[in-house]
T-cell receptor
Framework: QKEVEQNSGPLSVPEGAIASLNCTYSDRGSQSFFWYRQYSGKSPELIMSIYSNGDKEDGRFTAQLNKASQYVSLLIRDSQPSDSATYLCAVNAPNNFNKFYFGSGTKLNVKP | DVKVTQSSRYLVKRTGEKVFLECVQDMDHENMFWYRQDPGLGLRLIYFSYDVKMKEKGDIPEGYSVSREKKERFSLILESASTNQTSMYLC??????????????FGSGTRLTVV
């Protein structure tokens, strides 16, 4: 079992819709969770971090964490074509707060 | 903004060559990392370092070594390049934190082709 699992997609949503991206992780000891966005041919960029159960909102982005279910999600409201990218979920190694495992990413296509 | 600079965007090397990939960060971050990214396999950690002259193996260290002589610079070395090391190499840095880690800042990547 991989440490971090994501559906590879592609996930296609129309412009203006809510995109929902999901991630599960295997180790209950993980405490830090991040979402990165990676445009084709570019390196990942950090867009959201979450450490506590519940929701965290930043503009059009909402990260959701459920440690009991070992589940992290990212919601993108009012999706725009510029949101089309691969979204990577990252979870810290439980015995090492500064080391992360990455999912393979979910490709999001936002259609105009 | 934190900047992580990788010395080369594209490299083509021959099998058996010794290859050096350089990474420099300008924000005094303690942590530095080298990942490779391959389609379908995602990001895989090769080596990381928390301090000068300190290194730890990641998940796929075979065929690689690293050097960190200065805090801002972390070099990845392919001792004898092979075709299965053709990949995108990403350097990242972050601040050291006890709990609730900081996220990474990535460099722009080096696409290495070994022929």
């Amino acid at each position: 079992q991989k440490e971090v699992e994501q559906n590879s997609g592609p996930l296609s949503v129309p412009e203006g819709a809510i995109a929902s991206l999901n991630c599960t992780y295997s180790d209950r000891g993980s405490q830090s969770f991040f979402w990165y966005r990676q445009y084709s041919g570019k390196s990942p960029e950090l867009i959201m971090s979450i450490y506590s159960n519940g929701d965290k909102e930043d503009g059009r982005f909402t990260a959701q964490l459920n440690k009991a279910s070992q589940y992290v999600s990212l919601l993108i409201r009012d999706s725009q074509p510029s949101d089309s990218a691969t979204y990577l979920c990252a979870v810290n190694a439980p015995n090492n707060f500064n080391k992360f495992y990455f999912g393979s990413g979910t490709k999001l296509n936002v259609k105009p | 903004d934190v900047k992580v600079t990788q010395s080369s965007r594209y490299l083509v090397k021959r099998t058996g060559e010794k290859v050096f990939l350089e990474c420099v960060q300008d924000m005094d971050h303690e942590n530095m990392f080298w990942y490779r990214q391959d389609p379908g396999l995602g990001l895989r950690l090769i080596y990381f370092s928390y301090d000068v002259k300190m290194k730890e193996k990641g998940d796929i260290p075979e065929g690689y070594s690293v050097s960190r002589e200065k805090k801002e610079r972390f070099s990845l070395i392919l001792e004898s390049a092979s075709t299965n090391q053709t990949s995108m190499y990403l350097c990242a840095s972050s601040q050291l934190r006890g709990q609730g880690a900081y996220g990474y800042t990535f460099g722009s990547g080096t696409r290495l082709t070994v022929v």
